[in-house]
């Protein structure tokens, strides 16, 4: 009886010790995303600075190139194709680059007293991607507003919208914490941004952000179909607009998880790389 009364004593410990790291997880988590979101808040014209490009795409590009039959899907207007792809492209852009904002606060000594605080590192990662999602939800919220005006068909059906959301939030923090992972190795912003544009425009136009599969050259499809932006712009086109990608909608928030799961981890412990 003894020996069975310690085991239990032994589970409820270990378990009262799981409980209380997984609290000081989520508060150190709300804590930082709190701070960005301060940030965002007194920042309301990067929101809009950054939609330029958005717009262009879905604009020029997609009023230019609608009436190329082999892009985008037949019966399917061009415009509301490119829109989940131009989502995606605009989130992965703010995703990216957020790694800037870690070498700035290196420079300015403000790291170095994020890290000597007791917050654990995976609570830092995920504050400051959620920040990224919350900017990314804002440019997304104002783009879907516009296509509305602009008379170009989604289904709008809430659900679908609020999945599409949070599969936008999602894949945004996954490519933030790949963006954190490589502000923690590389020392300069110059570095950092030649990198980010090496990473982001192959991950852009190697994805069914601009154009389907179908069309793509096997090669180009191999590397498209282990690219995470596909999923992503997969499962946002299958919730707006009822097209499937050649693939289930849970493989779609299946794979930015688990892509988001792995970099999060990664990046948690790289971060203390970044004040070296």
């Given at each position: 009886m003894s020996e069975r009364s310690d085991d239990s004593l032994a589970a409820s410990a270990d378990l009262g010790s799981l409980l209380a790291r997984a609290r000081r997880l989520g508060?150190?988590?709300?804590?930082?995303?709190?701070?960005?979101l301060r940030k965002l808040r007194h920042d309301y014209l990067d929101i809009f600075t950054r939609m330029v490009q958005p717009?262009?795409?879905?604009?020029?590009?997609?009023?230019?190139?609608r009436h190329v039959r082999k892009l985008g899907v037949a019966g399917v207007d061009y415009r509301s194709y490119l829109v989940p792809g131009v989502m995606a492209q605009s989130a992965l852009f703010v995703a990216i680059f957020f790694g800037l904002?870690?070498?700035?606060?290196?420079?300015?000594?403000?790291?170095?007293?994020?890290?000597?605080?007791?917050?654990p590192r995976l609570s830092i990662v995920l504050g400051k991607a959620s920040g990224a999602g919350?900017?990314?939800?804002?440019?997304?919220?104002?783009?879907?507003a516009v296509v509305a005006i602009a008379g170009i068909k989604l289904d709008w059906v809430v659900w679908r919208v609020l999945a599409a959301i949070v599969l936008l939030v999602l894949g945004t923090a996954a490519f933030a914490c790949l963006s954190m992972l490589l502000a923690s190795l590389l020392k300069t912003r110059e570095r950092?941004?030649?990198?980010?544009?090496?990473?982001?425009?192959?991950?852009?136009?190697?994805?069914?952000?601009?154009?389907?599969?179908?069309i793509m050259p096997l090669w180009l499809r191999l590397i498209a179909r282990a690219n995470p932006l596909t999923y992503e712009v997969q499962g946002l086109r299958s919730l707006l607009l009822g097209l499937g990608g050649g693939g289930a909608l849970w493989l779609d928030f299946a794979v930015c998880g688990g892509f988001f799961v792995a970099l999060a981890a990664l990046a948690a412990r790289a971060y203390p790389r970044a004040i070296v």
């Open positions: 508060e150190g988590a709300y804590a930082m995303a709190q701070a960005e717009l262009l795409w879905l604009f020029v590009f997609g009023t230019a190139m904002a870690i070498i700035w606060e290196r420079d300015a000594g403000q790291l170095q007293r994020l890290l000597a605080t007791p917050l919350v900017r990314a939800l804002a440019q997304a919220s104002v783009l879907l950092f941004m030649g990198i980010g544009q090496m990473v982001t425009m192959p991950l852009f136009f190697a994805s069914s952000a601009l154009y389907p599969l179908s």
